[in-house]
């Protein structure tokens, strides 16, 4: 299967399960990174556009970054790097929280199964698991970026599809509001498409591996 197309359908298999368990081992880094992200780029005291638009650039180019490790023939790495990170924070919030339940269960069988596959190089397997850690990313903005937006315009119920499309209650975009009188799904669109084509087109070209000339 072409890689962009194997993203395409890992992206939106993440996104229709995003608020339940099915996804919540590939979120883990996700939500690491961008809390991370926000709260650097939040301590710059910078305009709230200014702070929306570096977090989003920033998130897509670590996106952008693991999908190019991917074309270097390393995607088993990356998978396993995402998964060991995955655990050990996962760890972290378990033991801090002591919070054990059937959920944590469930989590801990994804993540080791992972690093099982990479271990014993199941390659196909390895290029999915890849994508749903790196994919990730992307469908977070979405939410942020789109869905949060076109929800509160349309005012409807952010748990309205839930717990399957779970709308976070705030966004990276959020403090912008009608800039210029502009509303505000269209500033945060605007910004996540320009965000988006760089990664549509580091998705593809990986099928064998190899950096597509």
Request: some cysteine; proline content about 3%; aromatic content about 12%.
């Amino acid at each position: 299967m072409r890689s962009d197309i194997r993203a395409l359908i890992v992206s939106i298999l993440l996104f229709l399960l995003w608020g339940t368990v099915l996804t919540y081992p590939f979120r883990i880094d996700a939500d690491l990174i961008c809390e991370s992200t926000e709260a650097i780029v939040g301590k710059l005291g910078l305009p709230a556009i200014a702070f929306a638009v570096i977090v989003l650039f920033i998130v897509m180019g670590i996106t952008c970054a693991a999908l190019y490790l991917g074309r270097m023939e390393i995607s088993d790495g990356v998978a396993l790097a995402m998964a060991l990170l995955g655990s050990i924070v996962y760890c972290v919030r378990v033991f801090t929280s002591r919070s054990f339940s059937i959920e944590a269960v469930f989590v801990a069988i994804v993540l080791a199964g992972t690093m099982i596959l990479v271990l014993a190089r199941k390659t196909e397997w390895n290029r999915y698991i890849a994508d749903a850690f790196i994919m990730a990313l992307p469908v977070r903005m979405v939410y942020e970026c789109i869905m949060n937006p076109l929800y509160r315009l349309l005012k409807k119920d952010l748990y309205l599809l839930s717990p399957f499309i779970t709308v976070p209650q705030t966004s990276i975009f959020s403090k912008v509001g009608n800039l210029l009188h502009v509303d505000l799904l269209v500033w945060s669109g605007f910004f996540f498409v320009l965000t988006l084509l760089p990664v549509i087109y580091l998705s593809g070209g990986r099928k064998e591996g190899k950096i597509r000339r």
